[in-house]
């Protein structure tokens, strides 16, 4: 007989409880999906055609979403490829809560429209005390396009050369820029730059003097920059702003990271407008902030490109939990001693070799990431296994069942180092579960 005749027919397979159930959670596309597969293994005779329903059960995704979630154990802190910043507990606990119906833009108490995002905002301007007004965007790229579209479409743009950066992707903002309709007018050289360059080039088509900072590269030797200060002082004498492109989010200055520009500090040097990011050393989910003169957030907001450029409720629930809850994953990461790394490594290395695992703990070093504070290092400490076990990490059974994170970390002398300084401490449990069910 042939065998082919007795696979069972799709809606059979699906009638099985454990399909059926799972209709409801992934959708009838993707169970039908796998159900298909399963009957093709078996016209193919690699199953059993009883074992059709058991084979798609198995196949099935672990979630809706072919997104993965994943053990950041590389030592970059906010690493782009990764999603940046890992929201805290508040923030997904916001997301969960703005999921449904809110009132993101209705006032409950009359009854009528409300101010869009309102608590988000009042949230951030209480964390920049310098601000006199506040705005969110999708990101900090749209910041600088509504900057540049509002303000500057059809006139000129201060800005040094040294600071026509390329962020990655081939991403660069004089590209930008120019895309706006903006004219650049560039000033002094890729190394040195003076605040009597910025004077000779403003004239009657400044829009604006752009500050940007150079945020994933440093220059070394023969250098020279303006500082914000220096430039608003000498933009304002001529009735001209002056825009601070801060990049990586810093809304106040962090003992480790001297070097690296926060937006309060910014602000009070005299910076009419400061853009940056949400989801980088702020910790939150990806968005652009806008802060500074309530005269210019207010015309950047009421351009109509703003409604291009705003974001969901959800950003909104993330950002203002991010700004008003407890300290969040990248913020105790870069707090962390290397000394209790080291303790967690030592730790989960014993552990692991319990199960007999080649595993040791090793001192390391980590690094912010995310465009962030270049060339600083971080004292830190990693879980040293066979270079072998990186694939079966990332993307074994345990991954593609769910039944297990991913685990990402990086290759060292032949070695795999998992670097313990981006994870969560309550995350051990997991990491060790993780790397037991990939070796």
């Known amino acids: 007989m042939d065998t082919r005749r007795l696979v069972p027919r799709t809606d059979a397979v699906l009638a099985d409880p454990r399909l059926a159930a799972a209709q409801q959670r992934l959708g009838r596309a993707l169970v039908k999906a796998a159900v298909t597969r399963a009957q093709e293994q078996a016209r193919a005779g690699a199953i059993a055609p009883e074992s059709v329903a058991d084979a798609a059960v198995a196949a099935l995704p672990a979630r809706a979403s072919t997104l993965t979630p994943v053990l950041n154990a590389t030592g970059v802190l906010l690493h782009t490829n990764l999603g940046r910043a890992p929201l805290s507990a508040a923030a997904r606990e916001a997301l969960q809560a703005a999921a449904g119906c809110t009132d993101v833009e209705f006032d409950l108490a009359e009854g009528g429209r409300g101010r869009r995002g309102r608590g988000a905002l ?3 301007a209480a964390a920049v005390p310098a601000a006199q007004a506040a705005g969110v965007v999708n990101n900090n790229a749209a910041a600088i396009v509504l900057a540049a579209t509002a303000l ?8 040094s050369r040294g600071e026509l950066i390329e962020i990655g992707d081939r991403f660069r903002l004089p590209e930008l820029l120019e895309s706006t309709g903006a004219r650049l007018r560039e000033v002094g050289t890729t ?4 605040v009597a360059d910025y004077e000779a080039a403003i004239g009657p088509q400044t829009a604006f003097v752009l500050k940007v900072h150079p945020s994933n590269f440093r220059i070394e030797g023969f250098t020279g920059q303006a ?29 480790l990271l001297p070097d690296e520009p926060d937006a309060d500090s910014a602000l009070r040097a005299g ?25 210019l957030v207010t015309e950047l907001a009421r351009h109509p490109l703003a409604r291009a450029l705003r974001v969901d409720k959800l950003t ?13 994953p990248v913020a105790l990461a870069l707090a962390a001693d290397a000394g209790s790394l080291y303790q967690r490594a030592v730790r989960i290395s014993s552990r692991l070799r319990v199960h007999g695992i080649d595993s040791h703990p090793v001192a390391s070093q980590a690094a912010v990431g995310g465009g962030g504070a270049p060339g600083v290092l971080l004292p830190s400490a990693a879980v040293s296994l066979p270079e072998g076990l990186a ?8 991954v593609r069942r769910g039944a297990a994170p991913a685990v990402v970390g990086r290759t060292e002398g ?26």
Do not use: F, Y
Request: aromatic residues 0%; charged residues 20%.
């Open 152 to 159: 500057a479409a059809g006139r000129e743009i201060v800005i």
């Open 227 to 255: 500082g914000v200060g220096e430039l608003a002082a000498a933009a304002a004498s001529r009735g001209v702003p002056v825009v601070a492109d801060i990049g990586s989010g810093l809304l106040a200055p962090h003992p």
């Open 122 to 124: 009042a949230a951030l």
């Open 271 to 295: 910076a009419a407008l400061v853009t940056a990011s949400g989801d980088k050393l702020l910790g939150g989910p990806q968005s652009g902030l806008l802060l500074g003169r309530a005269d």
């Open 316 to 328: 909104l629930a993330a950002l203002e939990a991010t700004l008003a809850g407890p300290p969040v």
């Open 414 to 439: 032949g070695r795999l180092l998992l670097d313990v300084r981006a994870v969560l401490p309550e995350d051990d449990d997991r990491l060790c579960a993780a790397i037991i069910a990939a070796s």
């Open 191 to 194: 190394n040195r730059t003076t």
């Open 391 to 398: 694939v079966a990490l990332r993307c074994g059974d345990a």
